[in-house]
């Protein structure tokens, strides 16, 4: 039975990456009760009981399809789960007598990624299927979602944490340095690296503040893969192969997070040299 004095919080995609580790800490809040989605959000069915069962008061929507490679083994499946699942909550979320904040999980992929900050009202121009999908979902949402919920867009960077799996780039660059792997390298990226617990304490934060709005979640620095390189140098004390790529194209963003800062107090705590600590370390 729910407590009849704490907010009920819903989490869709709680097993994944940053789900698992936000709903361990809103376990330990004192004025949440946590209720986790378990099914696959094209089941309307699911969907509909699971509301049904819950008086769930905030939202978080963070079920998804993320992987590039998950991407191109099956495109049809991934944009469905990102746009048409999405369209299956607002439906229910719409129909709901309690929800009054909505948290909608999206990405640094819905910018045109550019050599200079990003800020929430920068060019949209994703590269990727997933920034598109993505991008979709959140003009759904601002003109589906009912007036009356308070409709929380957060745009995460590259979000980073030691339980990440190998086939992103920090935990892959791991793998290919221990059993001495060429790494190919364009040493013009880069990207605003963000560590997963300061994702965690953004979210937790706008949603005790009910914050309407989009948010870059990012710590506002540029780091290029070179650097990276020279850290886990440092940190490894092993020769790296690199084969440099010619490519010109600008493939990078970082954010400007003054709107986050100055609307809930929150500033990354983590650089990227923890966040390296944190993958090598290990």
């Not at 709901?96 to 009202?121: D, P």
Request: net charge positive.
């Amino acid at each position: 039975m729910k407590s009849k004095f704490k907010k009920i919080v819903g989490v869709t995609g709680s097993t994944g990456f940053l789900g698992s580790a936000l709903c361990k800490d809103i376990k330990k809040q004192n004025k949440f009760e946590l209720v986790k989605f378990r099914g696959n959000i094209l089941n309307k069915k699911h969907l509909k009981k699971w509301f049904r069962e819950n008086n769930i008061e905030y939202l978080i929507h963070l079920a998804a399809v993320v992987p590039t490679y998950k991407f191109v083994n099956n495109k049809d499946y991934a944009k469905k789960v990102n746009f048409v699942g999405t369209k299956n909550i607002v439906y229910e979320l719409n129909k709901s007598k309690y929800i009054r904040w909505f948290f909608y999980s999206s990405t640094s992929h819905v910018y045109k990624f550019n050599n200079f900050k990003l800020k929430e009202i920068s060019l949209k121009r994703p590269f990727s299927a997933y920034g598109k999908t993505k991008l979709k979902a959140e003009y759904y949402l601002k003109e589906k979602v009912n007036k009356d919920i308070r409709l929380c867009c957060g745009r995460i960077f590259s979000l980073e944490g030691r339980k990440k799996t190998e086939s992103y780039f920090l935990p892959g660059l791991k793998s290919k340095i221990r059993k001495n792997k060429k790494i190919k390298l364009n040493m013009n990226d880069f990207r605003d690296f963000i560590h997963i617990d300061d994702v965690v304490r953004a979210i937790i934060e706008l949603m005790k503040k009910k914050v309407m709005g989009d948010f870059n979640i990012a710590t506002g620095k540029k780091t290029s893969f070179l650097q990276i390189i020279n850290i886990v140098k440092k940190i490894y004390k092993k020769k790296i192969f690199i084969e440099k790529l010619n490519d010109k194209d600008i493939k990078g963003s970082y954010a400007d997070i003054q709107k986050i800062q100055k609307t809930i107090k929150w500033t990354p705590r983590h650089n990227i040299n923890y966040i390296l600590k944190d993958y090598f370390n290990k």
